[in-house]
């Protein structure tokens, strides 16, 4: 599993952190050039995702280096649809209603 996404991430580290507690190998990436060739010896599938700030294009790139190295298929899945909205802090609802 390659979890694209920023080390100081916690989102992205959580990523990596609950593939390797389902005994997956997983490794948190910037971007495409960071990928290791050890890593995809032996391996027919690898499973991409990205922290919640990772740029569109970064990941795309991780999945263009997968295909230089020999990926053949690429299958987007599906994840769980989200619809959790936050309130704004209730500081800023107050200045925001007082400027109406």
Do not use: C
Not at 28 to 54: K, P, Q
Not at 61 to 77: A, D, T
Request: charged content about 25%; proline content about 3%.
């Amino acid at each position: 599993m390659l979890v694209v996404g920023s080390i100081n991430s916690s989102n992205s580290n959580r990523l990596r952190e609950l593939a390797e507690k389902r005994g997956i190998n997983a490794y948190l990436v910037d971007g495409a050039e960071d990928i290791r060739e050890e890593w995809l010896s032996g391996i027919s599938a690898v499973g991409v995702t990205a922290g919640a700030s990772a740029p569109e294009g970064l990941v795309q790139g991780v999945i263009e280096r997968l295909r230089q190295s020999g990926g053949e298929i690429v299958e987007e899945v599906s994840g769980i649809p989200e619809n959790i909205e936050f309130a704004l802090p209730k500081e800023l609802r107050i200045t925001l209603a007082n400027r109406s």
